[in-house]
């Protein structure tokens, strides 16, 4: 979503991973907590104490957002909704859904089994609280512990604020959606009021900030940010999902693509292809019948003075999954297959023809007009 993810380790299938800007807020967590919370809750502990109950803290959190993560992802899968992994950004994670749930109450099922989860992890670790202070465990020990009690309970409320696309936000979209069968309508409403929440955390963050709660200030201020930011994407997700269900790439792509025959040199191919059209990748077809492809990195491995004397056919690699797609595909798939690989162009392939190729440019030309006309 943001950018490069680290994978972590896989639990039931799903990977679990956290985006880079996780690690920036696993120092401002461990740093809040070390320096801001534990010495304001368990007073005159040494500063190497605060600090490893701060790294414990942050690690407690992580934890406890993969398992709270986790469980919507059980239900998700369980309603045969594919799911990709789990990856940590910001306050919280992101099960990441291939695809939209199917109805209303799929959808409410999924969000409240997050905050469920969480509820129960919080009473449990306020349990284990509660025996280790009865067993005289060490106070520091115990101070997670406590901490991650209360953690989870808030984490519970947090998500359960009616700001799309947080859980809270699901939930209510779900009853919306259920009550006037319409997605569009029902995603518009819960994304406005969670763009509203995001602005009013973001005006208390800076309230805040300039009062003197530095920390608290920062806090809300980035949970605006996050939520606001999320918020709107998740409309124009919707919007994207509306105007190209039902629609087939046959629809956009152009039928004369620019082929390169066999036989040509890595010479001409430079110059009177790559050079000349700009792209990465060519198909490589005679008569019709795509052959294989060409790019940019093949030609880049051989030597200047090969150009001449080798032949595209002697260099081609045969076209994969991640470049072809069939003309009957669902414009969506197009645009996740594009999305997943980081390329702009596809060849349309039927049989061993190639019928036509699909950029990312004609299909946003096509997003952006249907839109314009159709959704505002
Ligand atoms: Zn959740």
């Known amino acids: 979503m943001f950018g490069r993810k ?8 799903f990977d679990v991973g956290i985006d880079f800007t996780w690690i920036l807020l696993a120092v401002l967590i461990t740093w809040s907590l070390a320096k801001g919370l534990f010495p304001v809750w368990f007073a005159n502990y040494s500063t190497a104490t605060y600090w490893w109950m701060g790294v414990a803290g942050a690690i407690g959190l992580f934890l406890s957002i993969v398992f709270h993560e986790f469980w919507h992802s059980i239900v998700a899968r369980h309603y045969g909704l594919p799911m990709k992994g789990i990856t940590l950004f910001v306050f919280g994670g992101v099960a990441e859904m291939e695809e939209e749930p ?3 109450k799929t959808e409410l099922l999924m969000a409240i089994a997050g905050p469920l989860s969480s509820i129960v992890l919080g009473i449990i670790f306020l349990a284990v609280y509660a025996l280790g202070a009865t067993a005289r465990w060490p106070e520091p020990v115990g101070g997670v512990v406590f901490y991650l009690g ?3 309970l808030v984490l519970a409320v947090f998500n359960l604020l009616p700001a799309f696309p947080l859980d809270g936000g699901r939930v209510l ?5 259920f009550a006037k069968g319409d997605l569009r309508w029902a995603t518009r409403i819960a994304s406005a009021i969670g763009s509203g929440v995001g602005i009013f955390l973001i005006v ?3 309230l805040s900030f300039i ?3 530095f920390i608290t200030g920062i806090w809300y201020f980035l949970i605006g940010m996050f939520i606001r930011g999320a918020a709107l994407m998740s409309y124009r997700q919707v919007l994207i999902r509306n105007a190209l269900s039902g629609e087939t790439i046959a ?6 693509p620019v082929t390169v025959p066999p036989s040509a040199s890595i010479r001409e191919l430079v110059d009177d292809y790559i050079y000349k059209y700009h792209y990465k990748m060519f198909p490589v077809a005679a008569d019709g019948v795509l052959e294989g492809c060409i790019t940019s990195t093949e030609v880049k491995n051989i030597p200047r003075e090969q150009w001449g004397s ?9 076209c994969s999954v991640n470049t072809t797609i069939s003309p009957d595909t669902d414009a969506m798939k197009a645009l996740a297959l594009m999305n997943k690989t980081g390329r702009s162009r596809l060849m349309v392939v039927e049989g061993d023809q190639l019928v036509g190729v699909i950029t990312l440019k004609d299909m946003l030309k096509f997003l952006n007009l249907k839109i314009d006309l159709e959704e505002t």
């Open 6 to 13: 680290i994978h972590l380790f896989t639990i039931f299938g």
């Open 102 to 104: 199917q109805n209303a």
């Open 150 to 152: 209360w953690l989870n």
């Open 173 to 177: 979209r779900s009853i919306l959606w």
């Open 204 to 206: 208390l963050g800076l």
């Open 211 to 213: 009062g003197g709660s």
């Open 251 to 256: 629809h956009f792509m152009q039928t004369n």
């Open 310 to 318: 080798l032949r595209v056919q002697d260099v081609l690699v045969p």
